[in-house]
């Protein structure tokens, strides 16, 4: 039997749940889950929102990033209307600081290559600069969660394939708590 693995990075949470509905996909990965019958899913990873700077920024021998530390500098921020980019959005009015974003972006991905390229600081998930490099990471305050889940259908059990993917995530969930620790 062939699979085929495919990411389709331009759905929405809510289009993630109905491929897995649909066994379009037999796995999925999303940043916002609600209760959908006949979906499982898992938390795979939880952590916090980081700040990524361009290299030789004014804010790079800072141990930590907040929100008032962004204002007046160039920034990169997350789209509007997007669970990520609201999270940010709240976090910085929670601190008191203006978003001021010079561009935004709908993905995380993105920032941190604008961000490489000395663009601007931005503030992302803590799983997007593992991809990208070439800028500084450091801990965002106030302190932003992101939670990452794994969902598929219980219409069905799980393939050998998907459950030996599911555990290759698993692993490589808990060496990202490591590489933060």
């Not at 790079?60 to 509007?80: C, K, M, Q, T």
């Not at 961000?115 to 500084?136: C, I, L, T």
Request: glycine share 8%; proline share 8%.
């Amino acid at each position: 039997m062939r699979k085929d693995l495919f990411f389709e990075s331009s759905m929405c949470d809510e289009g993630i749940i109905d491929g897995v509905s649909s066994r379009v996909a037999e796995l999925g990965f999303a940043l916002r889950v609600t209760h959908h019958p006949g979906i499982a899913h898992e938390v795979v990873h939880t952590g916090e929102m980081i700040c990524v700077l361009p290299p030789n920024h004014p804010l790079a021998e800072r141990p930590v990033v907040s929100a008032p530390d962004l204002i007046g500098l160039p920034f990169i921020g997350l789209e509007r209307g997007t669970r990520l980019g609201e999270a940010v959005r709240e976090s910085f009015a929670q601190a008191g600081a203006p978003f001021q974003p010079i561009v935004e972006v709908r993905y995380c991905n993105t920032a941190c290559v604008l961000a490489a390229a000395g663009v601007g600081a931005a503030v992302v998930d803590p799983f997007s600069p593992r991809q990208s490099g070439g800028q500084g990471i450091r801990p965002f305050t106030p302190k932003t969660v992101a939670v990452a889940y794994m969902l598929w259908s219980e219409a069905e059990p799980l393939s050998r394939l998907a459950k030996a993917f599911l555990h290759e995530v698993r692993q490589a969930s808990r060496s990202l708590d490591q590489d933060v620790s």
